[in-house]
């Protein structure tokens, strides 16, 4: 393999390999740790204070030198790798030929380009349009506002366990308080709260009755005649990366098309062959009225989109649409190599292939441990519900030291969920099974010692 100074360059060329030659987080980034507090806000947190020069492959390289295994990447963003070559040579390609226009005053054919195929990619072949902006949050909210257009309607349903992003309205659409809210109020109005499927913690209740809960919740307390869009994640992510039981979402979608309410899925993190399907929709034979995309679609380029039924889209006037940035030529030329990658890797496959190799293993933790209340996900998105052993009571402590004994020895993990109590996993694709295994072998150290 090839080993380029990992000091200077990212990509796959980097040493796929987990290397400490430090504690961790090490002496530089400890010094970076200590500018940010005096520097950066301390509302903006950081997980695992290492500083990164280099990343690429399955691996992170910080100032220090150690190379720790990503189960990460960035938060489901760079799910084909990072710095991935075809993302590298387009984006510099582009920005040698120009950085920006903006697209609502002279555009350019990356943007329409990354529209058609969003067009092509995504659940239904009905005809299609898409708009594109910068961020998750944003790109939720612009369908909101699309969904308004359309059904001359305002209100909007949400999830327990929802998130939808942190900027005003998307802050009324997440769940969950602390962090997310508290303290940021008052929120956008006419957003209401359902019921979720949470087969874990309501064992025996069907994806139809838990549908049917939601939906007496919605006709009750917001009525159809007011309510424009019904917006879900089609796995929770943030709230705990919660699979809904079978027959959930397509119940929704039923009501919702019987009701002349547009159906939102908001695939922000579970796009882009994250689950082992182009888009998780497809798991349940979905099709949403608009769908919402982000994090993995532009390899960590800042992009987002909607897209959806173009009589839908088309509802908003002219000019109702866009940002300075929204569809960036640097952004729409990283998608487009994405995509390709996706495409040309079989990475689709390879995340249900991930899947199946890190089930396999958290399931022999499980057997062994039995804190490991619920191992659950899709693909290469996958998380473990932890609790006190012998209970569903959950253990949010043990989440926290868990992932700090991984970070200790190499391995990038995040937590999640309502109570805090989910470790998640997110390996970017390019990920060798060696390097996942290895990972598999320090979860299952990191729970010895918190036994
Ligand atoms: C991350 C996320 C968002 C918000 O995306 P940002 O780019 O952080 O604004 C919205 N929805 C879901 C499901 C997400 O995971």
Same mark, same amino acid.
């Given at each position: @393999?090839?080993?380029?100074?990992?000091?200077?360059?990212?990509?796959?060329? =980097?040493?796929?390999?987990?290397?400490?030659?430090?504690?961790?987080?090490?002496?530089?980034?400890?010094?970076?740790?200590?500018?940010?507090?005096? /520097?950066?806000? %301390?509302?903006?947190g950081t997980t695992l204070p290492v500083y990164v020069v280099a990343a690429g492959g399955g691996v992170l390289v910080d100032v220090d030198g150690n190379s720790l295994i990503d189960l990460g990447s960035g938060i489901a963003v760079t799910t084909v790798g990072?710095?991935?070559?075809?993302?590298?040579? /387009?984006? /510099?390609?582009q920005a040698a030929a120009f950085t920006h226009t903006c697209f609502m005053v002279t555009p350019y054919a990356g943007y329409v380009e990354v529209a058609e195929a969003l067009n092509r990619l995504t659940p239904?072949?009905?005809?299609?349009?898409?708009?594109?902006f910068n961020s998750g949050a944003e790109a939720v909210e612009n369908?909101? !506002?699309?969904?308004?257009?359309?059904?001359?309607?305002?209100?909007?349903?949400?999830?327990?366990?929802?998130?939808?992003?942190?900027?005003?309205?998307?802050? /009324?659409?997440?769940? !969950? %308080? @602390?962090?997310?809210? %508290?303290?940021?109020?008052?929120?956008?109005?006419?957003?209401?709260? +359902?019921p979720l499927s949470y087969p874990y913690r309501d064992a025996g209740v069907t994806g139809a009755e838990a549908a049917a809960r939601a939906i007496d919740v919605v006709e009750k307390q917001v009525g159809a005649d007011n309510l424009a869009a019904l917006v879900i $994640?089609?796995?929770?992510?943030?709230?705990?990366? =919660?699979?809904?039981?079978?027959?959930?979402?397509?119940?929704?979608?039923?009501?919702?098309? +019987?009701?002349?309410?547009?159906f939102v899925a908001d695939e922000v993190q579970t796009g882009f062959a994250r689950t082992g399907a182009l888009f998780a929709c497809e798991h349940d034979s979905v099709v949403p009225d608009l769908i919402v995309t982000a994090k993995g679609i532009a390899g960590g380029m800042p992009l987002s989109a909607v897209t959806g039924r173009a009589e839908i889209m088309d509802a908003a006037h002219v000019g109702g649409l866009g940002g300075t940035y929204g569809g960036n030529p640097l952004a729409c030329a990283a998608a487009l190599a994405v995509i390709e990658t996706i495409e040309s890797d079989g990475l689709v496959e390879r995340a249900a292939k991930i899947g199946a190799q890190m089930?396999?293993? =958290?399931?022999?933790?499980q057997e062994r441990d039995p804190r490991l209340g619920d191992v659950r996900g899709r693909g290469a998105m996958l998380a473990? $519900? =932890?609790?006190?052993?012998?209970?569903?009571?959950?253990d949010a402590d043990l989440a926290k030291r868990v992932a700090a004994a991984a970070h200790q020895r190499g391995v990038v993990v995040l937590t999640c969920g309502t109570y805090g109590n989910v470790l998640r996993f997110l390996p970017p694709l390019a990920i060798t099974d060696a390097l996942l295994d290895e990972a598999c072998d320090v979860l299952d150290e990191a729970f010895e010692v918190t036994a």
């Amino acid at each position: @393999m090839t080993t380029t100074p990992a000091s200077t360059t990212g990509g796959p060329a =980097l040493p796929q390999e987990r290397r400490l030659v430090t504690e961790i987080p090490g002496p530089r980034s400890r010094e970076l740790q200590a500018r940010k507090q005096a /520097a950066v806000a %301390s509302g903006v947190g950081t997980t695992l204070p290492v500083y990164v020069v280099a990343a690429g492959g399955g691996v992170l390289v910080d100032v220090d030198g150690n190379s720790l295994i990503d189960l990460g990447s960035g938060i489901a963003v760079t799910t084909v790798g990072n710095s991935a070559p075809r993302v590298v040579e /387009a984006v /510099a390609g582009q920005a040698a030929a120009f950085t920006h226009t903006c697209f609502m005053v002279t555009p350019y054919a990356g943007y329409v380009e990354v529209a058609e195929a969003l067009n092509r990619l995504t659940p239904g072949d009905h005809e299609k349009r898409t708009a594109l902006f910068n961020s998750g949050a944003e790109a939720v909210e612009n369908a909101v !506002k699309v969904a308004r257009a359309h059904t001359r309607k305002t209100g909007v349903v949400v999830f327990d366990h929802a998130y939808h992003g942190r900027t005003n309205l998307t802050m /009324a659409m997440t769940a !969950k %308080s @602390m962090p997310y809210k %508290s303290g940021f109020g008052p929120f956008a109005s006419d957003v209401y709260r +359902a019921p979720l499927s949470y087969p874990y913690r309501d064992a025996g209740v069907t994806g139809a009755e838990a549908a049917a809960r939601a939906i007496d919740v919605v006709e009750k307390q917001v009525g159809a005649d007011n309510l424009a869009a019904l917006v879900i $994640e089609p796995i929770q992510g943030e709230g705990g990366f =919660l699979v809904p039981a079978e027959g959930f979402l397509p119940a929704l979608v039923d009501w919702c098309r +019987a009701n002349d309410v547009v159906f939102v899925a908001d695939e922000v993190q579970t796009g882009f062959a994250r689950t082992g399907a182009l888009f998780a929709c497809e798991h349940d034979s979905v099709v949403p009225d608009l769908i919402v995309t982000a994090k993995g679609i532009a390899g960590g380029m800042p992009l987002s989109a909607v897209t959806g039924r173009a009589e839908i889209m088309d509802a908003a006037h002219v000019g109702g649409l866009g940002g300075t940035y929204g569809g960036n030529p640097l952004a729409c030329a990283a998608a487009l190599a994405v995509i390709e990658t996706i495409e040309s890797d079989g990475l689709v496959e390879r995340a249900a292939k991930i899947g199946a190799q890190m089930t396999g293993r =958290l399931r022999a933790l499980q057997e062994r441990d039995p804190r490991l209340g619920d191992v659950r996900g899709r693909g290469a998105m996958l998380a473990v $519900e =932890l609790v006190r052993a012998g209970t569903s009571e959950p253990d949010a402590d043990l989440a926290k030291r868990v992932a700090a004994a991984a970070h200790q020895r190499g391995v990038v993990v995040l937590t999640c969920g309502t109570y805090g109590n989910v470790l998640r996993f997110l390996p970017p694709l390019a990920i060798t099974d060696a390097l996942l295994d290895e990972a598999c072998d320090v979860l299952d150290e990191a729970f010895e010692v918190t036994a």
